[in-house]
């Protein structure tokens, strides 16, 4: 009995199974024809590598049909699907690219859809990527990259950068700028860099900056700053003027006996010798021939800005052979240009930049001195030398030392009345403004020259003596002839009656005063007076200037007897040209 139950149980089982799986597939049959409506579903090939990349109210979908020849248009839709786009798609036989701009998009987050089409309308799977448009709202969040200086160095624009976020997306400072030659330039200062030097900047003029922005990596669009314009004040180039100017120069690096001076602009011209040129071990010099190279509109020169006044460029010849016009397929010149650039050698006496010139010929002379004036508030200017050799000629330009001297104008003296003016008010003994007051005239704690606001040179009554003091004006003055006047108040020096002591009004060449015990004999006296309380309270000493100078004018006094007070209480010093 109980296999037969067994067995009747397992028959029926199956039985209900077979009945279950009849009614189950009549019924999908009958929803899979309902869907259909008479036909079979046909899927055109969905878009592939589908990009969305962000922009400025805008956005750039990039994709590639690769599969299916028969799409027709593809369908971009946003805003969950209440707006969109259609873009008819010409197939070829290879794998197409989408790449359309969506414009007009409000700044914000976007999910984008994109179905392709059969001529059928048949579509495709939908693909789905996020995309954002930005705007105002970005911009508004923008600022310029602080600027901590800028200046012009050495005729050089020099701008230093603080730091930023690099989380707002900047990138980068656009540059706008006038060059030497008054042509519109545009450079881009990477975020990293904390400085730029602009070589070419035309001093004088301004320049515009703004900081460029790119909010995420895909975006397509640059996001700026407004540009903000700035006219960068020129550094008054001090005295000496010239830097590394005289034997023995300076190199950039040491590359034999050809090599580049440090401090000037040397153009590719000048390098004739293997990318070097400028220097003949530690000489200047610009040779061609034997050898070597021609120099062909090879220009050395240094940048200075100056303000106004007359300046004598004076350039020390070892040796030369060029022969100025007597060969005119030679040009050498020592020249002055305003600018950031010398003109080439072929356009140096005619260029309008040119303010003063010379051309190099081996019979003016070993000393040649270059006189110009300068009348702008400040004027940014190039100096140096610059030739052309002839072809396959040897050439050669040495020189010892180059300087650059302004021109003291009338009348000459600064400070030079009662009451002086002090560098600072130290009490009863100070030091005169404007005068060079040495170490040894220094004797009242370190401050001398100065008693209340009259010129005194005093020892004695319990300050130590002078020994060697020296308080003078150094000047550049044009050839001529000078009468250099003190007025004086009171003194006890007594000349050449008391050999202890000595006090001179001096005038000598240079850029110092000999010492005390050197004054009538050194060769750079120019003319002297020893200070004696007998011969007159004005004093006047007269001298000539065969060419123009540098000059040292002043006084000067030793009292090693500290027995006996000395003064020389001074009303006024002037000089004068006759």
Same mark, same amino acid.
């Given at each position: ?11 029926? +089982? ?97 999910? #984008? ?66 060059? @030497? ?28 900056? !703004? *900081? ?7 975006? =397509? ?7 903000? *314009? ?14 590394? +100017?005289?034997?023995?120069?300076? $190199? ?109 010929? $081996?019979?003016?002379?070993?000393? !040649? ?13 190039? =100096? ?13 330009? $040495? ?23 002090? @560098? ?30 009259? #010129? ?21 003055? &044009? +050839? ?43 060769? &750079?006296?120019? @003319? ?18 065969? &060419? ?9 006094? *030793? ?13 006024? #010093? ?5």
């Amino acid at each position: 009995m109980k296999y037969i139950y067994k067995k009747f149980y397992l028959q029926g +089982a199956a039985l209900l199974i077979m009945l279950i799986s009849v009614v189950a597939c009549t019924t999908m049959d009958e929803g899979y024809n309902k869907f259909l409506k008479g036909g079979e579903i046909s899927y055109t090939g969905k878009i592939d590598s589908l990009e969305i990349f962000s922009g400025k109210n805008r956005v750039k979908v990039k994709g590639l049909f690769i599969s299916d020849p028969k799409i027709t248009e593809c369908r971009v839709f946003w805003n969950s699907g209440a707006d969109s786009i259609v873009v008819p798609i010409a197939r070829t036989e290879g794998v197409d690219t989408l790449d359309i701009i969506i414009n007009d998009l409000e700044e914000n987050i976007y999910s #984008f859809d994109v179905r392709t089409y059969d001529a059928l309308g048949n579509k495709s799977i939908s693909v789905s990527e996020i995309g954002t448009s930005y705007g105002e709202r970005y911009q508004k969040s923008l600022f310029q990259r602080p600027v901590i200086s800028n200046e012009i160095i050495g005729g050089a624009l020099t701008i230093e950068y603080a730091s930023m976020d690099l989380s707002s997306g900047v990138f980068g400072t656009e540059v706008n700028y006038i060059d @030497v030659n008054d042509s519109q330039k545009s450079i881009i200062v990477p975020i990293d860099s904390s400085n730029v030097v602009i070589e070419d900047f035309k001093g004088g003029t301004e320049y515009a900056y !703004r *900081t460029l922005f790119l909010p995420d990596e895909t975006c =397509i669009d640059t996001f700026s700053t407004d540009f903000t *314009t700035h006219k960068p004040l020129l550094e008054i180039t001090l005295p000496p003027y010239f830097k590394n +100017a005289s034997i023995p120069f300076a $190199k950039v690096s040491d590359k034999g006996r050809w090599s580049t001076p440090a401090e000037w602009v040397v153009n590719e011209g000048a390098k004739s010798h293997s990318g070097e040129g400028g220097l003949d071990n530690d000489i200047f010099n610009l040779e061609s021939g034997w050898g070597q190279p021609d120099i062909i509109n090879g220009k050395v020169y240094q940048r200075m800005n100056l303000p106004p006044g007359t300046y004598a460029y004076t350039i020390n010849i070892k040796e030369t052979n060029y022969e100025g016009a007597d060969n005119n397929l030679d040009q050498a010149y020592f020249i002055v240009a305003e600018g950031g650039d010398l003109p080439d050698v072929s356009d140096a006496e005619t260029s309008e930049s040119t303010i003063v010139y010379e051309r190099v010929n $081996k019979v003016n002379g070993l000393t !040649r001195t270059l006189v110009f004036t300068l009348t702008k508030e400040l004027t940014q200017i190039v =100096i140096g030398v610059e030739t052309t050799n002839d072809k396959g000629a040897g050439r050669y330009l $040495k020189i010892n030392s180059f300087s650059l001297n302004q021109f003291t104008e009338a009348p000459y003296f600064k400070n030079a009345s009662a009451p002086f003016d002090k @560098v600072f008010d130290n009490g009863r003994w100070s030091t005169p403004a404007d005068w060079v007051v040495n170490e040894g005239a220094k004797s009242h704690g370190g401050q001398g020259g100065l008693d209340g606001d009259l #010129f005194n040179l005093e020892s004695g009554w319990g300050a130590p003596p002078i020994i060697n003091g020296k308080i003078y004006q150094t000047m550049f003055l &044009e +050839a001529g002839t000078y009468t250099y006047g003190i007025n004086i108040k009171e003194t006890n020096y007594e000349g050449a009656i008391a050999n202890k002591e000595q006090a001179y009004f001096v005038v000598a060449k240079g850029s110092t005063l000999p010492d005390v015990i050197d004054v009538e004999t050194s060769s &750079e006296t120019i @003319v002297y007076e020893r200070i004696n309380k007998d011969n007159g309270v004005n004093r006047s000493l007269g001298f000539t200037l065969t &060419e123009a100078a540098q000059v040292s004018i002043g006084v000067e006094t *030793t009292n090693a007897d500290n027995s006996y007070g000395r003064y020389l209480k001074i009303n006024s #010093f002037t000089l004068t040209k006759n």
